[in-house]
Nanobody, 122 residues
């Protein structure tokens, strides 16, 4: 079992940057692909990005390509989301998730964090 705790959210102006962190418990962290999803008010949860177990491959939603970067440190049981050039439409609760493989479908991920709020002002 894996427990996930996100941190690093906050309020930032458009064009600014934030770095989200996700701390994972358990000895099996490196056996999971890790992902970030987000959910804005009144909208469905959507895929943002995911990274493979080794960190060697990743996938991004078109809306964040070139602006967001996912990374992981298996030695520290951490996954990060560096968000640059933030836009008001990036405002959402951001969730960290763990699953068997990189996938854009939320149902593929078994473990979820509680989420961290990101608000981008215009």
């Amino acid at each position: 079992q894996v427990q996930l705790v996100e941190s690093g959210g906050g309020l930032v102006q458009a064009g600014g940057s934030l770095r989200l962190s996700c701390a994972a418990s358990g000895r099996t962290f490196s056996t999971y692909a890790m992902a970030w999803f987000r959910q804005a008010p009144g909208k469905e949860r959507e895929f943002v990005t995911a990274v493979s177990r080794s960190g060697g491959s990743s996938s991004y939603a078109d809306s964040v390509k070139g602006r967001f970067t996912i990374s992981r440190d298996n030695g520290k049981n951490m996954v990060y989301l560096q968000m640059n050039s933030l836009k008001p439409e990036d405002t959402a609760v951001y969730y960290c998730a763990a699953g068997p493989n990189i996938n854009t479908y939320s149902r593929s991920y078994r473990y979820w964090g509680q989420g961290t709020q990101v608000t981008v002002s215009s």
